[in-house]
């Protein structure tokens, strides 16, 4: 395909990549058009490949390939017009990354991102690295999975080694009774790459930590947040974590992502995802080599947001200050309903509180449970932030 424009093409520099270089991003889904829209914010130009030419970062991407993210050739021809290339998810065939990265820095890295994709491998290195893991198998076969449950004791989650997110391709495993069941949805991602056996943690919370590393191999983290899902999907998230996360804990999860994000060699964000134990251990549940939405306070609520941090660290920047300014809370404004046109009713009244901020992300359609947008509120606590977060969400809805 011939661009519709010349875009700044530059060779692969030695250091840093300026504004007007073109960044390309694989993914158009939010993540990647609240990158995009930092980058232009920075003078950079964007191009983004994405299966759906009605993408979230289609209005705002300066060239918008069509495919998927298995097209190797849709990757080789991002980066032919990009200085950098980024991705916004971790489920990008492998064989694409490496096409990509065969001809420009493909940023956090092509590591990063097979190891993040399959859950599998993603555990080895966790281990490797000295990071806190919950009890696993790996598991190929029906029985396989049969010896490995009782070993590891009920309950469990069964989870396909590649391909998952917001809790999908996972299974809960109450007990032999769910075995049956279990095995017959995920079969066919076992033949495929895998599956994941794990213990069920008895969690006091979930925490995340963005944590975003330069060129120079230098770690800057953000601050703690404190995450609450609903069946996978993430609904909320506060900042600094609240009780029980004490500012000795919130130390150790930034040190850890420090030290995972150095293990990984990542140049870019890199989000790791923790339980808490009763007993204060952190244990990894998964990473992303990315921007992630547990990490969307940091547009108000922190001197740099995860995505200008992202820009910075891939285009061999400097990293702004990831200093929070105070309490913050992120609620997901999930769809609801059958599929159809998407419009959002009560906006005006749920933006009368002025330390409202609404994010949509410009999603053609809503259905049940899909992620349309974010609300963030800055507060004295996160907790008076999230009441009142809370206020403005319960006046909107899909109509
Ligand atoms: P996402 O895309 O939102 O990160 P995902 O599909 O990658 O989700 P996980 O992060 O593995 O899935 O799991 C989603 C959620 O399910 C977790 O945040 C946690 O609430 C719960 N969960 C997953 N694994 C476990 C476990 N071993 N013990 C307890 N809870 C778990
Ligand atoms: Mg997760």
């Given at each position: 395909m011939t661009p519709s424009y010349t875009l700044a093409v530059s060779p692969p520099p030695a250091d840093a990549i300026l504004p007007p270089a073109t960044i390309g991003i694989i993914g158009g889904g939010q993540l990647g058009r609240m990158l995009a829209m930092a980058a232009r914010a920075m003078g950079y130009?964007?191009?983004?490949?994405?299966?759906?030419?009605?993408?979230?970062?289609?209005?705002?991407?300066?060239?918008?390939?069509?495919?998927?993210?298995?097209?190797?050739?849709?990757?080789?021809?991002?980066a032919e017009m990009s200085a950098v290339v980024t991705y916004e998810l971790e489920h990008v065939a492998a064989a694409v990354g490496r096409a990509a990265a065969a001809i420009r820095p493909l940023r956090p890295s092509l590591r990063a991102l097979e190891v993040t994709q399959d859950r599998l491998a993603e555990r080895r290195f966790l281990e490797g690295a000295g990071a806190g893991v919950a009890p696993w198998r790996e598991v190929r076969t029906r029985a396989e999975l049969e010896a490995a449950a009782p070993a590891l004791g009920w309950p469990l989650r069964l989870k396909a080694a590649i391909?998952?997110?917001?809790?999908?391709?996972?299974?809960?495993?109450?007990?032999?009774?769910?075995?049956?069941?279990?095995?017959?949805?995920?079969?066919?991602?076992?033949?495929?790459?895998?599956?994941?056996l794990e213990q069920e943690l008895d969690f006091a919370c979930e925490l995340s930590v963005v944590v975003a590393r330069g060129l120079d191999g230098r770690a800057v983290p953000f601050a703690v947040g404190r995450n609450r899902h609903d069946a996978g999907i993430l609904f909320e998230t506060l900042v600094p974590a609240p009780a029980p996360v004490t500012a000795a804990i919130a130390a150790r999860a930034q040190e850890l992502a420090d030290h995972l994000a150095d293990s990984l060699d990542v140049v870019g964000t890199l989000t790791v995802e923790l339980f808490l134990l009763a007993d204060g251990e952190l244990v990894v549940n998964e990473l992303a080599p990315r921007v992630h939405n547990s990490g969307h306070w940091t547009i108000e609520g922190a001197a740099t947001s995860q995505f200008e941090q992202h820009v910075r660290a891939i285009c061999g920047l400097p990293l702004g200050d990831p200093a929070a300014h105070g309490a913050a809370a992120m609620i997901n404004l999930l769809g609801s309903g059958e599929r159809r046109p998407a419009q959002l009713a009560g906006v005006a009244a749920a933006l009368d509180d002025p330390g409202v901020h609404l994010h949509l992300y410009d999603k053609r359609h809503v259905f049940e449970r899909r992620k349309m947008g974010h609300l963030t509120v800055l507060g004295v606590t996160p907790e008076d932030a999230l009441e009142r977060a809370v206020r403005a969400r319960d006046l909107l809805r899909w109509s």
């Open positions: 130009r964007i191009a983004i490949v994405d299966p759906d030419p009605d993408c979230p970062s289609a209005s705002v991407a300066d060239e918008l390939i069509v495919g998927g993210y298995d097209d190797e050739g849709a990757a080789l021809r991002l391909g998952g997110y917001d809790g999908r391709s996972q299974v809960r495993i109450a007990g032999p009774g769910d075995l049956e069941p279990a095995w017959r949805e995920l079969e066919r991602s076992a033949a495929a790459a895998g599956l994941l």
